[in-house]
């Protein structure tokens, strides 16, 4: 689920927004089609993907490091669409550029963390686009 931030260097972030939403739709679809095609057998839910997904993080170095390092491709990624859209103009001048970011990244990843609730990757998604868009109202 990893990303090139060069790819998303130029975005504003509005952009970058769109970027997100595509990305979590497309872990959503894949890890619905795991979570899916194992439950056919078993009782399988998302639940299940994320706690095996932190019980891997504490357990395994590499997978951490790795997780990690995509968290702060995300959060350079909100650093570079706020600073884009501040010299566009598209948000206020004194946007705090490093605490939006993180909120931004807080906002995204507290979102997903709660599809764990969700057996649909798509309202995930359309959740997690209007409470960014929102955000972003705020900094207009």
Sequence with gaps: ???????????TVFEFVDF??????????????IVGGASKN???????YHFLFYQVMQRDAIFR?????????EKIGWESAL????SKKEIKQDTDIEVSAMQLF???DGIWFQ??????????VQNLEK???????LLK
Excluded: P, W
């Excluded at 078993?42 to 299940?48: F, H, R």
């Design 131 to 137: 409470a960014l868009l929102h955000y972003l109202f």
């Design 65 to 73: 490091n790795k997780y990690q390092a995509t968290i702060e491709k």
């Design 1 to 11: 689920f990893d990303f090139e931030v060069r790819r998303t260097a130029n975005y």
């Design 42 to 48: 078993t009782n399988v839910s998302m639940l299940n």
């Design 106 to 108: 807080t906002l995204t």
């Design 20 to 33: 997100m939403c595509k990305r979590f739709k497309n872990i959503a679809r894949i890890v619905s089609d």
């Design 115 to 124: 599809s764990i609730f969700s057996t649909d990757g798509n309202s995930i």
């Design 83 to 86: 600073r884009n859209s501040v």
